[in-house]
């Protein structure tokens, strides 16, 4: 299995407040994305980085920011949480070298009250 | 919007070949087929992938049209572990001359003993 880490896995916070998701990996890929998936839909990209401090909007952007300070971290931050963002949060990993694909991690879940 | 067609839902008697059908009649001459699935609330796992020819490995196989406008994911012999949403995704350019999945709703296999 890819090596992905995503913290914390399970999550419980109020509206308003901030929240930081985090994902790492161990396979030096340049490409990172950040999923996030509700009942009955299938995953829907947010963000993604395509390297070091290069990142770019996914379909459902809006309310979350990123950063990716270095090639094995990208951080997902909901500056002030509410409830329609109450989901659970997949990170993906890719090389694109020769189509490569995706590999995701975990997925953390985020409820927010 | 997503770019596939799937079957919300389909049965397979365990040991029976599963034959998961996909629609991507607008797909671009130069973009990927990718199939995953996703076991209850664990990331998407990846299965197979192609552009224009029929791939094989050790999980499953893909019939790309010849005219590519729909693909067959085949898994053999199915068993009851492989009871899971099947995503079938085309993946497409985006402006920053990255890759992006498009993810439908998939196709829920159950598997019968």
């Known amino acids: 299995d890819a090596g992905i880490t995503q913290s914390p896995r399970h999550k419980v916070t109020e509206t308003g407040t901030p929240v930081t998701l985090r994902c790492h990996q161990t396979?030096?890929?340049?490409?990172m994305y950040w999923y996030r998936q509700d009942p009955g839909h299938g995953l829907r990209l947010i963000h993604y980085s395509y390297g070091v401090k290069d990142t770019d909007k996914g379909e459902v952007s809006d309310g979350y920011s990123v950063s990716r300070s270095k090639t094995e971290d990208f951080l997902l931050t909901l500056e002030s949480a509410t409830s329609s963002q109450t989901s659970v949060y997949f990170c993906?990993?890719?090389?694109?070298?020769?189509?490569?694909?995706?590999?995701f991690g975990d997925g953390t879940r985020l409820s927010i009250l | 919007d997503a770019k596939t067609t799937q079957p919300p839902s389909m049965d397979c008697a365990e040991g029976r070949a599963a034959n998961l059908p996909c629609n991507h009649s607008t797909i671009s001459g130069n973009e990927y087929v990718y199939w995953y699935r996703q076991i209850h609330s664990q990331g998407p796992q990846y299965i197979i992938h192609g552009l224009k020819n029929n791939e094989t490995n050790e999980m499953a196989s893909l019939i790309i049209t010849e005219d590519r406008k729909s693909s067959t994911l085949i898994l053999p012999h199915a068993t009851l572990r492989d009871t899971a949403v099947y995503y079938c995704i085309v993946r497409v350019a985006s402006t920053s001359g990255t890759y992006k999945y498009i993810f439908g709703t998939g196709t829920r296999l159950k598997v019968l003993a």
């Open positions: 396979e030096n890929h340049r490409y």
């Open positions: 993906a990993i890719s090389d694109q070298i020769s189509n490569q694909p995706q590999h």
